[in-house]
């Protein structure tokens, strides 16, 4: 499991698999208070933490019968891009 912590310093405010849901405030993870994280300077270091996280929170969603769209998790995730509907979809339909 990849720790974001590492990335953000930032303490408490973080999901994991499976459920992905904020250990802090139990919004689905990455929750607002995390999302709110100036994220400037240190995009280029987040974006490949959250590409591999946003991996596995695709192929969990596959195993519930309900739950976020995978091109809502692609955009859940990768908040800090402010992708589109469709560069989402585009991205999501990448993940095996
Ligand atoms: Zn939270």
Not at 19 to 24: L, R
Not at 26 to 38: D, L, Q, S, V
Not at 65 to 74: D, K, N, R, S, T
Request: with cysteine; hydrophobic share 40%; proline share 7%.
């Amino acid at each position: 499991m990849s720790d974001v912590s590492g990335v953000v310093r930032f303490e408490g405010h973080l999901g994991y698999h499976p459920t992905w849901i904020c250990e802090a405030c139990a919004e689905p993870w990455p929750c607002h208070t995390f999302r709110n994280i100036p994220t400037e300077n240190f995009r280029d270091k987040l974006l490949p933490v959250m590409s591999f996280m946003l991996r596995t929170a695709i192929r969990d969603r596959r195993e519930q019968a309900h739950g976020p769209e995978p091109y809502e998790i692609v955009k859940r995730f990768l908040w800090f891009l402010g992708l589109t509907d469709d560069e989402a979809r585009a991205s999501a339909a990448t993940v095996r």
